[in-house]
């Protein structure tokens, strides 16, 4: 069984949804997921749960994580860390990359997602950042545009990709959740 992470100890930076997207996307593709919401918070639209035969573990974290990070990395095929194109993010960001260096196992790698991306020079600042930064740790950078559409479906307890299949943000969470699949050694979700 594959298991990916989504991690930060920054509360309030995407894991929840991104997890959610990725946890979905499976499910539309007929993948049987084991589903772990390990944030008491609650930010998740998806409810904890295991899936006959399931392929993925799927777990989201909580933010203002320390103890038990070590540990879940190591057991991680995938890391999944989601960041703000803001200052205020970048030092949790840095510590999140030296953790998953230092305890990594064999074989997984690390996806640095920039959320709430927009068309604004800050956000592709910190996208440069990110790259030149982390470019040789990561195995993908990849973007999670900021979009009134997904906080829609978030609110309808939907992916996106269901609430508006042909929006920009569809595509977008699609890219995300595919960049992750392929890290993962899972076929892609087929655009509709």
Known sequence: ??????????????????????????????????????????????????????????????????????????????????????????????????????????????????NQFTRWSSSREYLEWVKDEFGKTAAAITTFMQSEAVIQASIQDMSVVDFAPRSAAARSALEVVNTIRRAAKLPEEQRR
């Open 1 to 114: 069984m594959k298991n990916v992470l989504f991690v930060n100890r920054k509360g309030g930076c995407g894991k929840s949804t991104l997890c959610a997207e990725f946890v979905l996307s499976l499910r539309r593709s007929g993948i049987p997921v084991n589903f772990y919401d390990l944030d008491v918070q609650g930010g998740t639209i998806l409810e904890t749960g295991e899936e006959p035969g399931a392929k993925v573990a799927a777990i989201d974290t909580p933010g203002a994580l320390e103890n038990d990070l070590a540990e879940w990395i190591r057991e991680a095929d995938v890391v999944v860390i989601p960041t703000r194109p803001s200052g205020l993010d970048m030092e949790s960001l840095r510590f999140m990359v030296r953790v998953y260096e230092a305890n990594r196992k064999r074989g997984a790698c690390l996806i640095i997602v920039v």
